[in-house]
């Protein structure tokens, strides 16, 4: 029987209540999977009729009957040739329920959960009877493939949540509907961040200019840190030779997340005429004796090139790397979310190369940039996780012992953090263990940002050394670092995280003058003028409306700051300032006085003049 937690109880057997409902709307479905998730459960069907949102009632309806019927989940263990008889007989099992009875080992007893008229070939655990489940609502419905594989049959999901309570079902709605009121795809059309065209490719970002001036301030604030550290900056290809891949192991053990590698035509057409067909081309790839490109998954392999392409001593290291790099991955058409999941995407990449007794330190200061940066953003609610190697996995690569010194380096600096620290075994990347920052944005939502790796294997795969005091070879430490994670998940997280409304020295347009008629215009364009001198980002509002319409435009695009400017004010010298950012701003004054008052927003990054600075430790 499976482990869950009382929650998970709840929620796996709501989907089994699920999946009764459906059967009895709808006789002919065929059942698939039905798990519990993080917040809820879903179930997979086979069915010809599509679900539509007027089903979702009528089945959450029957639902609610089921549970008033207060049926027993009662649990039984039959023997393997009991257990296919009994899907045989039961038609809403007899599809997909074979597949699962053959993934029990041999000899193991199998189990079956009941409920009413409800059959399920299930590991369990359940709640004791269906009454216990009163908090219930069904969501949404999506496609899903069996298994997982889009070369399966494609199935409809049903999404639904559970709790324990009508008051925390009521709680979790709320705060999804307004979840959806900050749904950065959303807000990202609205305010003009940026698209995805299905012409140029799906999960590929096209960044519009207001979006691009998001995305660059974040760049500039991290340079300005990653300067401050000693980092030097690089540029590296966005393709390299297949095997450049096959020594750092990313082909082989990151393959199924990388595009399909680009052959020269000469190779292809000389394998044509051997006969060769697209199986052999996939096995000549794995063996190694296929030359071509990759699309690279990864910076690292190509910043392990650059600190080789010199040799080092032990008074230079260590060696800090930084870069802007923009890298592919092949993600599943259906997993693909506006920004946060992506097939092409930038990281704030930094590689350093030192060595063993300059782990910790190294460490640290990675754990101090990603804490200046969600201190800065107001992220201050959040874990650290740090992932392990599972050591019955095949899909690390290096020697047990490097793995122990760098799970040891990656426990003792998570320690000096101060905050929950939980370990995970298995989410170690294939090289090394990992810190992750788990952050809460203010919907209470975790998301996995800034990440710490420390890699003692690549650099013996590259062969990689230093010469030590005594003049010796040595192998250098390699720790890989990305604060933001991915620059545009990460903005995505921000736009959700903000809803839309940036702090000042993050905002696309931070200040709009709305002449009060069109005979002010000029000198409204003079002022703006004035603000541009400062690299303060400011327009006009020169449409003929009155100040209402204008005004209304301008909460609606979130700008922080409005400059109304009519006639009094111009023969005054003088700005009337409406501030959604900041109310001690407004008020009439000079705009010499607006722009002292304006600049420590811009220049400090701070959320509002009392938010405290990010500490630098």
Known sequence: MATMTPIQELRHSAAHILATAVLRLFPDAKLDIGPATDNGFYYDFDLDHKFTAEDLEKIEAEMKKIAKENQKFECFEVSREEAEKLISETPALSEFKPGRLADIPEGEKITFYRNGEFLDLCAGPHVRYTSQVKAVKLLSIAGAYHRGDEKNKQLQRIYGVAFPSKAELDEYLHNLEEAKKRDHRKLGKELKLFTIDDSVGQGLVLWTPNGSVIRQELQTFIGEELFRQGYSQVFTPNIGNLDLFRTSGHFPYYRESQFTPVIDQEQIDALAAEGKTCADLSDLLNAGTLDGFLLKPMNCPFHVKLYASQPHSYREL??????????????????????????????????????????????????????????????????????????????????????????NACRAAAATLGVPVVEEKGEAAFYGPKIDFVVKDTLGRGWQLGTVQVDFNLPERFDLTYTASDNTPRRPVMIHRAPFGSLERFVGILIEHFAGDFPTWLAPEQVRVLPLNDGLVDHAKNVVAELRKLRIRATVDEHSDKLGAKIRRAELDKVPHMLVIGAKEMEAGLVNVRSRADKSLEGSCTLQEFIDKLMPLIRERRLSPDAPLAKKV
């Open 318 to 407: 260590p060696v800090r790397l930084a870069e802007f790099g923009t890298v592919y991955r092949w993600e599943q058409s259906g997993e693909l979310n506006g920004l946060t999941r992506v097939r092409g995407f930038t990281q704030d990449d930094g590689h350093i190369f030192c060595t063993e007794d300059q782990i910790h330190q190294e460490v640290c200061s990675c754990l101090e940039l990603v804490n200046i940066i969600l201190t800065t953003l107001g992220m201050k609610d959040y874990s650290v996780r740090v992932g392990l190697r599972d050591p019955e996995s095949d899909k690390y690569i290096g020697k047990d012992e490097n793995w122990e010194r760098a799970e």
